[in-house]
């Protein structure tokens, strides 16, 4: 059985190889499959279940805040790319060109959209006439293309999945407003609903998105202490706007430009969950997310009464994503793949089971067995996976927190970052140069500079000596 | 005020120039707006609203037969498409093609998916192995682009979204009930859900899918007796799975091909809705689909208590998908756009119908206006949405019905196709010939051969006058 040898295998050590224990989990739990398309990635149904999840969650949030959905062409002209110079130079190294429509060559070449401010500006030139017509809250819900060197599952791919909200304002305050919100929309899903928690920052002009006055990003950090940039939130002010002439007319009938934003996630979000929760046995999804939450594995299911006992219990269970495996594999195979796949609760039932009313449940993130009697499985469920989702959160939070750092010197900071994986808090003077110095010596990149008030370390520049102007979180990035 | 202009414009009449009324309905109910990349339109909010609706429900009627979603890339290597002869010679001409990634040329060129079989039979080769793999149920929500000449919103663009199934089978058979399970799937959610009722039948073998063993489809019939097609499903028997080797062992360990299915619907769908209930005061949305259900529209709303009891209402209708209009608009400006927008109830509340504890409640489709009292208002706005779902689907139907004609001979024939906008029955010989010379002589195309038993009309083609093998519906389509 082919299929079955695929899962027996051993994953690779998550201490010994991080990087290969991650693919390892990509390939096992059958999130992804490699393509014959260089570069992109097949999400696999148990994969592209946990998206939908996200995207539903995610999608509500937005909307609760007044966005709107709408769809845009996939492809850009190359002469729209160019009108705003910091965007095109940002991206235009990275995009996929189609010259050829049909049989005939294309008169002006357009590319596979990377993200959408350039066609967003285009249609807001024309939608947008006067204050009544703002603000403009739309999202959309599709995949960009980034011709990327290095691939990895859900990380870093040619195509992604994404979303990208542009919001068009009257006034640079309620641009800044909106920023803020998304990033805190953002931050809030990540530590709710992937348990997921966050530093909430902004990132250096060095790091910020091509063409914004400012981006903010949700920071998370993985297992391994490297982090990962989990969601930004840009701020582009009137510089699009003054590109390709977005104006209204205001109560006073003067003519001003409109202040812009841009924000999205990506996949990636998928690449969190399994670098900050999983473990040697595979995949573990945080409750609230799991496609699957409870999967019922009879246990001599050929038994006069078992299966329909486990039917029974799954009818009970109902008001959960709830399945039960009834295949002919074995209960240990069952129980290995359940936990491959990172299915939060186990719920075990036996002959022996039923005559004592009872089932064993069986934790996911830590093994923990308990017994329960049948009548009250479903609020035990209930509760347990209530707990789980906390406890996850508040064990990837206490990652996160012990794994920050502080350095003020560049001593102290290069040993800090060569020795302890995670983030390191330092100053900094606001000078490009420090952040090229310390990428080049160390390969660490300022992640961000914190939202949250914090005690600064010292008077003097970690890198140069001058005097600091901000605290940074620093580290190794995915 | 640019807006309120945009919408007092007349509309074009419905019977003066349908092709007009329907571009004129897009852009005035704010479906779409026409966008920078030629052939490619831009969603709009009000347009991508009817698409989620449309996606959620169809997704939960895929799932509940077992279809499970995924995600392929987007390009298609050339080579890939190549690998079965019909299907690229049907494709190929009408592709876009990607020849730079970044800053260098590739060395293969890459597609731009028109349709994904060659991604799916590629990613089956290596997913399945045995007869335990068997059957794969999976579809994608995603956008395709085929570069179309000439195009219209919703009908016919270079890139529109859609859903495709890909399914694949151990048995022929398993494989042909797949197909028209499929294809039932969408005749009911046509009829159930945006009360177009369709004819079901197979295309002749001129009009099937590129590289299908049989093509089924769900006709449907427009206002102005035009045919479109509004969803297909294919029986690729095994054709797909020789050209790239995807077998499976049986349970007696012998290697067997597997036999496919695809399956899918665009959002041609919002065109078909716009085309069958649209009137000349715009779009008319049948009630499930309807993103508003019913819109509140205050009288005299700064009079005191009236914004507060239109909220009141509001939230007495929260089982429905309900809004306030307190913009500041006038009332009849109100009414108008609500009916160019198609919202399915109307609801007016002022200062007068407060004190007599009613309100009125206008339908869209029959503009009938009721007075109803507050208290039973949620009861009757169910009972009332309910009611015009199936008296929509009534109307709808009786003019498919009254829209099919016979013709026995040729004359009669072409009189019919000239003067009878609707489908023709008609008995056909089975060759290609006559096929081409009505579509040469009449620009009508053979829509399918129905799958109900219809009585036959005579025993000769009425083309050919040799002997006839089918019943075929023919007409003029989009």
Chains 1, 2 share one sequence.
Not at 97 to 106: A, M, N, S
Not at 236 to 259: E, M, P, T
């Amino acid at each position: 059985m082919a299929d079955q040898k695929k899962m027996v295998e051993h994953i690779t050590d998550r201490e010994v190889d991080f990087a290969q224990w991650y693919t390892d989990v990509c390939v096992k739990a059958e999130l992804i499959a490699y393509s014959s398309v260089k570069g992109c990635m097949i999400i696999k149904p148990a994969g592209y279940a946990i998206w939908e999840n996200l995207q539903k969650e995610l999608d509500a949030r937005f909307k609760a805040t007044g966005v709107e959905n709408v769809y845009m062409p996939m492809f850009i002209p190359e002469s729209l790319l160019q009108k705003e110079k910091d965007h095109v130079e940002g991206f235009a190294p990275e995009v996929a060109w189609v010259t050829q429509g049909g049989l005939e060559p294309l008169q002006e070449r357009l590319c596979v959209r990377p993200t959408s401010e350039t066609l967003f500006c285009d249609f807001y030139k024309d939608e947008i006439q006067s204050h009544r017509d703002l603000p403009k809250l739309y999202n959309q819900w599709c995949s960009v293309v980034r011709w990327e060197k290095t691939t990895r599952p859900f990380l870093r791919s040619r195509e992604f999945l994404w979303q990208e909200g542009h919001t068009a304002h009257a006034t640079a305050q309620e641009a800044e407003e909106r920023t803020v919100l998304m990033l805190n929309t953002y931050a809030s899903f990540l530590e709710d609903y992937l348990a997921i928690p966050v530093i909430k920052g902004r990132k250096t002009d060095k790091e910020k998105f091509a063409g914004a006055e400012a981006t903010y990003t949700v920071e998370a950090l993985m297992h391994d202490g490297k982090a990962l940039q989990a969601g930004t939130s840009h701020n582009f002010g009137d510089g699009f706007a003054r590109a390709f002439g977005i104006q209204y007319s205001d109560k006073d009938n003067k003519l001003q430009y409109v202040h812009q934003t841009s924000w999205g996630v990506t996949t990636r979000m998928i690449g969190a969950i399994i670098m900050v929760h999983g473990d040697n046995r595979g995949l573990v999804l945080p409750p609230r997310v799991a496609p699957t939450q409870v999967m019922i594995v009879p246990i001599q299911q050929r038994r006069e009464g078992v299966l329909e006992k486990a039917y029974e219990l799954r009818d009970q269970l109902s008001g959960f994503r709830v399945k039960v495996d009834d295949t002919d594999k074995s209960p240990g195979w069952k129980f290995n793949e359940c936990e491959m796949r990172g299915v939060p609760l186990r719920v075990e039932v036996g002959p022996k089971d039923i005559e004592a009313g009872t089932c064993v449940v069986v934790r996911r993130d830590t093994a923990e067995k308990k017994t329960v009697a049948m009548a009250e499985l479903a609020s035990f469920v209930g509760e347990e996976l209530e707990l789980m989702q906390q406890e996850m959160l508040d064990r990837a939070r206490k990652h996160l927190q012990s794994h920050i750092y502080e350095a003020a010197d560049y001593e102290t900071f290069c040993k800090t970052i060569n020795e302890k994986p995670g983030f390191v808090k330092a100053m900094w003077c606001g000078d490009q140069a420090c952040e090229d110095k310390i990428k080049a010596d160390l390969a660490a990149t300022s992640r961000c500079i914190p939202l949250a008030d914090e005690e600064k370390i010292s008077d003097v520049c970690v890198c140069c000596g001058k005097p600091a102007k901000k605290l940074v979180y620093w580290g190794r990035a995915y």
